[in-house]
């Protein structure tokens, strides 16, 4: 039937490579030649996998120290200035679009918003502080709440601080550096936005903050680079905070 059998595997949507012609896989039409079966991930960025894949589930927003929810889980906050990218990077993390809500204008998350993930990890996403458009008893009371609960809660395991990459650390940033060193809490530095500017500058600003925080004693090593937009840096962030997880839970 093929009268001119070397058009075969062009009919098939063949090609020559070298003196061999090949003909794609009907199982894999679009996998190149060269494409290789991918690396398996190595097992802490899987353990970071799937702790986010697990259902998370907002429990409250709290407005008042006396409202936190109970200290039984290992915690981890996201602190930063106002319309840093805190809301959007959790919403990153866990893979949902509007978990925590996030808005174009500061002053968006305006009590401590509890998120349980799994029943492993509570991820809480704090008001941003630096707002100055906020009526300032607003601000003052904000400030005040993020402070006590960063100052006194004891299964505060981590902060997760965000700096936007354009702006690197302002004041607010060094103030609340200032107070986890205090209250011997560790920190690890974000940048956020990545997106938002050319390589060479990320580079720069990268390095300038590695600098400050190897200068303070409560920062944790290796400032993370991040894009909640294109999802730079979100696995990493993941493998992270697994490593301050609780176990997972057998048989439930
Ligand atoms: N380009 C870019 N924009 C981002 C990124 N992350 C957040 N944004 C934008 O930044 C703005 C603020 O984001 P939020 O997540 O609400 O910031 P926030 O720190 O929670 O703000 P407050 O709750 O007001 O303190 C929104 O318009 C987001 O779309 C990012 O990775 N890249
Ligand atoms: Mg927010």
Not at 173 to 193: C, H, R, S, Y
Request: aromatic share 6%.
């Amino acid at each position: 039937m093929w009268r001119k059998p070397w058009l075969r595997p062009i009919c098939r949507g063949g090609r020559r490579i070298g003196r061999e012609w090949k003909v794609p896989d009907p199982r894999y039409p679009d996998m190149p030649d060269t494409a290789r079966k991918p690396e398996a991930p190595a097992p802490e960025v899987e353990e970071g996998r799937v702790l986010f894949a697990q259902p998370v589930r907002f429990l409250l927003g709290v407005a008042a120290v006396s409202q936190l929810p109970a200290a039984t889980l290992p915690e981890v906050a996201f602190a930063g200035r106002s319309n840093v990218g805190k809301s959007s990077l959790i919403n990153a993390l866990v893979g949902r679009k509007a978990l925590a809500r996030t808005s174009k204008t500061p002053g968006r998350t305006q009590e401590l918003n509890f998120f349980d993930l799994g029943g492993r990890l509570m991820l809480v996403d704090l008001p941003g502080y630096g707002y100055a458009a906020a009526p300032r008893k607003k601000v003052a009371a904000w400030s005040g709440l993020v402070r006590d609960y960063l100052r006194g809660r004891p299964n505060l395991r981590q902060v997760c601080l965000l700096l936007d990459a354009r702006h690197g650390a302002k004041t607010g940033d060094l103030e609340i550096m200032e107070l986890l060193a205090g209250a011997a809490v560790p920190f690890l530095p974000v940048l956020t936005k990545a997106d938002l500017l050319r390589r060479e500058a990320l580079a720069t600003r990268l390095a300038e903050i590695a600098a400050l925080a190897r200068e303070r004693r409560a920062a944790l090593p290796e400032p993370l680079v991040t894009s909640a937009r294109l999802g730079y840096g979100i696995a990493e962030l993941r493998t992270k905070l697994a490593a301050i997880a609780g176990p997972p839970n057998r048989g439930g």
